[in-house]
């Protein structure tokens, strides 16, 4: 534990005299791992990783990975890494969610409550409505608006 704290004298007349501690907890820059760089080829092999600021980040587990090949398989064997992996392919990416277009599900509200008034008017029972909408989807396949419900 010495060799991590290093011990300097007081500069001048201090309480007592006692030395002043330090702990060196700053990374080794000059280590292999913190030189490697990250090659653009990993991005076509791993379809998960990206380059994050000349490091490798992990998109499903959302964390750094190590910039060498051996640190990046092993980590794609993982079972966390392939849980999250198929978690996240089944997740509905924002660009197809934002591209639904507003005009279809306008219509669609306004046809959910025109079946909605007409059961009303007509003092029908309201439980019809959990079989009205599938109905339509029956008798007009071609239509975009039945069909979404």
């Known amino acids: 534990m010495d060799r991590f704290i290093t011990k300097k004298a007081a500069s001048g007349a201090t309480e007592a005299n006692a030395p002043q501690v330090t702990v060196d907890d700053e990374p080794n820059n000059n280590s292999p791992k913190a030189d490697r760089k990250f090659p653009s080829e990993w991005l076509t092999k791993f379809s998960w990783l990206k380059n994050e600021g000349g490091r490798g980040f992990c998109k499903a587990c959302e964390k750094f990975v190590f910039n060498h090949i051996t640190h990046i398989d092993r980590h794609s064997k993982q079972a966390l890494h392939q849980r999250n992996v198929k978690s996240k392919e ?19 509200q306004y046809a959910i409550y025109t079946l909605m008034m007409f059961v009303i008017m007509h003092n029908l029972p309201i439980s019809l409505m959990d079989y009205l909408p599938n109905l339509l989807c029956v008798c007009c396949p071609d239509s975009k608006i039945a069909n979404d419900k």
């Open 90 to 108: 089944n997740q509905i990416k924002m660009h197809e969610f934002a591209s639904r277009s507003k005009k279809v599900d306008d219509e669609v």
